[in-house]
């Protein structure tokens, strides 16, 4: 080893902890590394690579580095930058699928594609493709026959089996089988169907030169089954493979490590198996956890010194997994310095919740807290309606992700739109868009006519309407009778609150009932969005109030980077803020009602709790509700589990629970809250 490669090595290990550098200097082969939420997780995978090439065991052309998103892998090239320079540029890294692709576009004939240059269909476009060959096969003639009911419509139903087989044929791709293997198979009358749908959907892809996601690592492996010239091809090609977030890989992406990875067997897992939140996407965490199962010899390690978080937030994350912890797997110790703060707090209702959330991020803001280090975190979307409604009363700018903005939902812009003819009837933009939802015979064509009439006579869109019908054109009627509804919203909207505006729309137009007549998959869904709708906007004196109020905050939170964010768990993983708010911690949300009736279901709902509570480094705030969406509440298990709650003879609730309130001259963190004592 030269001289600067040991100065080099020696800078190297001198800022990893003694567990971080017992995993980098581990002797070449198979090694799994357990590193909890904070740890360095990112920063021992990219030292690893670094190890080896400084210490002459690797060359950089020679290594490969996976994980499961390109942003991800960008921020590991990153890293490895830093450690190496411009050598880490020599290092194959990607996502699973990006890397799997390259790969395929020098095998796109073994596959069965026309050339290289196949396209990557969109979610959208596979359905559309399916539902074609669904169609024009017939496969699915007689079930659709017998399931045809006076509630469905067969539109409605075919949509809805082409999406259960969609889902089924991609889970048996990800599980790596291709559509011989599953012939015959199927549980259910939906998945023999989807079985039968499988080789004509393969065929139909083929013939367009496209693949599926799954494809680009499917047509791989199978590549790699036939063919051991060409699995040792690619096998020899790297002498390292790097892996991270390992607990989330699934049987395909597996076999595909498998090809690659048995002759030299210098595999190098990172993950977590208490993030493993996944497994409805197939995630197999057992990879990991059992990891010298598939790679005999192999070395393990474990992390546990917490760079991110307080201490309090991590004895509090520790417990909710405690149950599922394994011989060789560590709890989480802070290395922060800082006790942290947990405060759990009960509310009568979810709006009572939204507008404490609310009202705090405003306090914390005005004393200086940095907007990007403040998250409201739900288990799902739904949580975050009603806290999106008090972010914008009180002006608090904010970005959505993991979902669309509640106000960029599409039932919503759609009502928003009635609202504003109703507030302003000289308003064209909205009337372009309402015009034939629901469907009422007023094509785009009369629309354009109509709108030209408002605007070169100066009348509103109902007047309009009007002299159109008048003058005797084709579909009169049907625009005679857009005219009155719309003078009717007019009227109303001189007097009427903007939410009771929407339900007369909803009421006249039947529009959820439209929507569910055109075989709309989500109509409950939007059912209860526009219901919050109807109760955030009837907080408002008028519709003008309420419509100015979504306009602001919506160009502010598009133009601003200090917003504040608002994320599904899911999304926010692997993320880090000073400040993190949990709400909507009730019995079925969290653990999910659904989810804990799948096999292995309650382990995933610990594991999203717990990934939720390792975000904050210095404040974590839980909540939950008496009553969401109409519907009586009981707090999570889990927060009795861990303590947070005690036994009481209440079951929920009855108004805010008796907590500190928050700092104000004293500063944006907020105050240890202790236990709430009775719920």
């Known amino acids: ?57 690797l060359s950089p052309v020679r290594g490969l580095c996976v994980t499961f998103t390109n942003k991800a892998a960008e921020e590991m090239r990153h890293r490895l930058v830093a450690l190496i320079g411009e ?21 796109a004939g073994q596959a069965g594609l026309k050339n290289e240059r196949f396209i990557v269909l969109e979610d959208a476009d596979q359905l559309r493709l399916l539902e074609l060959v669904v169609k024009e096969s017939g496969i699915a003639a007689d079930y659709l026959k017998s399931a045809t009911t006076d509630d469905a419509t067969p539109v409605g139903l075919l949509r809805d089996l082409v999406r259960k087989m969609h889902f089924q044929i991609l889970n048996w791709k990800e599980q790596g089988l291709t559509h011989q293997q599953v012939k015959g198979h199927g549980d259910s009358s939906e998945s023999m169907l989807a079985a039968a749908a499988y080789p004509l959907y393969q065929k139909e892809l083929l013939e367009q030169n496209a693949c599926d996601f799954a494809d680009l690592l499917l047509h791989m492996v199978v590549i790699f089954r036939a063919s051991d010239q060409v699995r040792r091809q690619w096998a020899g090609t790297f002498d390292f493979i790097g892996v991270d977030e390992y607990q989330d890989v699934n049987d395909l992406q597996h076999e595909w490590l498998r090809h690659l990875g048995s002759d030299h067997r210098n595999i190098f897992g990172v993950g977590d198996w208490r993030q493993c ?53 560590l709890e989480l110790d802070s290395m922060s310095g800082e006790r942290g703060h947990v405060r759990c707090q009960a509310f009568h209702d979810a709006r009572e919740e939204a507008a404490s959330i609310s009202t705090t991020v405003k306090s914390l803001l005005e004393h200086g807290h940095p907007a990007p280090e403040i998250a409201i975190l739900g288990r799902t979307a739904f949580i975050l309606r009603n806290i999106e409604e008090a972010l914008v009363k009180n002006s608090i700018a ?15 812009k759609d009502l928003l739109a009635y609202l504003r ?108 969005a526009l219901r919050d709708l109807v109760k955030a906007a009837n ?40 400040t993190v708010f949990t709400p909507g911690f009730e019995d079925g949300v969290i653990p ?19 990934v939720g509570w390792t975000r904050p480094r210095k404040v974590l705030a839980i909540s939950y509700s008496g009553y969401r969406n109409e519907q009586v509440c009981k707090p999570s298990p889990f927060l009795k589990e861990v303590g947070l709650l005690k036994e009481s003879t209440r079951p929920h609730a009855a108004g805010v629970s ?14 240890s809250a202790g236990f709430l004592r009775r719920y």
């Open 398 to 412: 904010y970005f959505m992700v993991g979902g669309p903005r509640f106000h960029d939902r599409e039932e919503v």
């Open 539 to 578: 907080e408002y004196r008028s519709a003008d109030d309420y419509l100015a109020a979504i306009a602001v905050l919506s160009t502010e939170s598009r133009d601003r980077t200090d917003a504040i964010r608002l994320s599904t768990i899911h999304a926010a993983k692997g993320l880090e803020f000073d």
């Open 421 to 528: 003819l109703a507030n302003n009837p000289s308003d064209v933009t909205a009337f372009l868009r309402i015009h034939n939802k629901p469907a009422r015979k007023v094509g785009d064509a009369s629309a354009e006519r109509i709108a030209h009439i408002a605007r070169s006579q100066g009348v509103p869109m109902h007047q309009a309407c009007q002299i159109l019908a008048d003058s005797g054109g084709p579909g009169k009627t049907a625009i005679a009778a857009l005219a009155a509804l719309l003078a009717g919203l007019a009227q109303e909207g001189l007097t009427q609150f903007p939410g009771d505006i929407i339900e007369t729309v909803l009421r006249r137009t039947s529009y959820l009932e439209w929507r569910e007549g055109k075989g709309d998959l989500k109509t409950e869904e939007r059912r209860a």
């Open 1 to 57: 080893m030269g001289t600067t490669h040991a100065t080099n090595v020696d800078a190297l290990l001198a800022g990893l902890n003694d567990e971080q550098r017992a995993a980098v200097t581990s002797p070449v082969g198979p090694t799994a590394v357990i590193a909890g939420a904070g740890t360095g997780k990112t920063r021992v995978l990219t030292s690893r690579v670094a190890f080896l090439t400084l210490s002459n065991l």
């Open 658 to 671: 008796e907590l500190p309130a928050l700092p104000a001259a004293t500063g944006p963190v907020l105050r």
């Open 592 to 610: 999910n009602a659904r989810a804990i009736r799948e096999p292995d279901g309650m382990t995933e709902e610990r594991c999203i709790a717990h």
């Open 277 to 329: 939140i996944y497994r409805w996407r197939l995630a197999r965490p057992e990879f990991l956890t059992r990891f010298d199962t598939y790679w005999p010899g192999a070395r393990h390690f474990a992390l546990k010194w917490n760079y991110r978080s307080g201490g309090q937030i991590l004895d509090l994350s520790n417990k909710i997994v405690r149950p599922l912890l394994t011989a060789d797997t």
């Open 87 to 107: 050598d880490a540029n020599l290092v194959s890294m990607g996502s699973f699928h990006a890397m799997s692709m390259a790969m395929l576009r020098h095998h």
